[in-house]
């Protein structure tokens, strides 16, 4: 299942069924799991991790040195979990040693063409990231989120489950979990109320995530102060817990 003009490292370990296309390089130190795809002029560098059924698309740089003038040749990584799409001339780079040393990918995320996700990024699971959004390093996304198109994320922000980004949002602090958020810089636009439905949230928990929204960002509370109103709701669902804790432990603040 290798092209003939692919280059593949002796020292790669490729899973059965795997594929490679045509002019695509895979370096030293790579695993790829069984039934992904590489697709032509992909560059894999390892040490890197591909789960199983991931799908790779032309063009695509993943473990590529961390684009950061302090790394000086350390031992990091790549981990990308199972069934993700990656799309045209994203670039995925390992991590540093200023961090845990690894960039970590979950699973079932849908990457556009020229998504950036620099090193040490913490990317978890069923997200959807469009065309040219971009990861500083040091990013955490949570489950299930949605980056716009050319969004920007600063080095150290934290993205909570479920949250939605528009098209060209910049983001300099954090993203609770559930908002939508748009804008240069980014300000919040509500809760991602469609989004939530689509993904099956009970009428109960949605009612309660809206007055958690109003606490934290319609009555002119602190966050200090929004945190401990949150923490005083009557038998909060898990969500608005989830949420509570997200807001714990914001250390940049968060978009408002």
Same mark, same amino acid.
């Given at each position: 299942?290798?092209?003939?003009?692919? /280059?593949?490292?002796?020292?790669?370990?490729? *899973?059965?069924?795997?594929?490679?296309?045509?002019? $695509?390089? +895979?370096? @030293?130190?790579?695993?790829?799991?069984?039934?992904? #795809?590489? =697709?032509?002029?992909? #560059?894999?560098?390892?040490?890197?991790?591909?789960?199983?059924?991931?799908?790779?698309?032309?063009?695509?740089?993943?473990?590529?040195?961390?684009?950061?003038?302090?790394?000086?040749?350390?031992?990091?990584?790549? &981990? +990308?979990? *199972?069934?993700? #799409?990656?799309?045209?001339?994203?670039? +995925?780079?390992?991590?540093?040693?200023? *961090?845990?040393?690894?960039? !970590?990918?979950?699973?079932?995320?849908?990457?556009?063409?020229?998504?950036? /996700?620099?090193?040490?990024?913490?990317?978890? $699971?069923?997200?959807?990231?469009?065309?040219?959004?971009?990861?500083?390093?040091?990013?955490?996304? &949570?489950?299930?989120? +949605?980056?716009?198109?050319?969004?920007? %994320?600063?080095?150290?922000?934290?993205?909570?489950?479920?949250?939605?980004?528009?098209?060209?949002?910049?983001?300099?602090?954090?993203?609770?979990?559930?908002?939508?958020?748009?804008?240069?810089?980014?300000?919040?636009?509500?809760?991602?109320?469609? =989004?939530?439905? !689509?993904?099956?949230?009970?009428? &109960? $928990?949605?009612?309660?995530?809206?007055?958690?929204?109003?606490?934290?960002?319609? $009555?002119?509370?602190? %966050?200090?102060?929004? /945190?401990? !109103?949150?923490?005083?709701?009557?038998?909060?669902?898990?969500?608005? @817990?989830? %949420?509570?804790?997200?807001?714990? =432990?914001?250390?940049?603040?968060? #978009?408002?």
């Amino acid at each position: 299942m290798i092209h003939p003009q692919a /280059i593949v490292d002796p020292a790669a370990r490729l *899973d059965e069924g795997v594929e490679v296309g045509p002019f $695509s390089i +895979i370096g @030293a130190d790579v695993e790829i799991g069984a039934g992904s #795809v590489i =697709g032509p002029h992909v #560059v894999i560098e390892g040490p890197t991790r591909l789960g199983r059924n991931n799908k790779v698309y032309a063009f695509a740089a993943l473990g590529g040195d961390p684009q950061d003038k302090k790394y000086a040749g350390e031992p990091t990584r790549l &981990e +990308i979990g *199972d069934g993700n #799409v990656i799309r045209e001339y994203c670039t +995925i780079s390992r991590g540093t040693s200023q *961090d845990e040393g690894v960039t !970590r990918i979950g699973d079932d995320n849908w990457i556009m063409a020229y998504v950036h /996700i620099a090193h040490d990024c913490r990317v978890g $699971s069923h997200t959807i990231f469009a065309n040219s959004a971009s990861l500083a390093g040091h990013v955490t996304v &949570e489950d299930y989120v +949605i980056l716009g198109g050319f969004t920007l %994320l600063h080095q150290f922000c934290k993205v909570g489950a479920h949250a939605f980004t528009a098209m060209n949002s910049v983001i300099s602090k954090d993203v609770p979990p559930y908002m939508m958020v748009a804008g240069h810089m980014a300000k919040p636009h509500g809760l991602n109320s469609e =989004g939530l439905k !689509r993904r099956g949230f009970s009428a &109960e $928990s949605l009612a309660a995530l809206r007055r958690a929204y109003r606490i934290l960002y319609r $009555s002119g509370l602190t %966050l200090e102060q929004a /945190i401990e !109103r949150l923490e005083t709701m009557d038998e909060p669902p898990a969500e608005v @817990a989830h %949420l509570v804790a997200f807001l714990k =432990g914001v250390t940049r603040g968060i #978009v408002r």
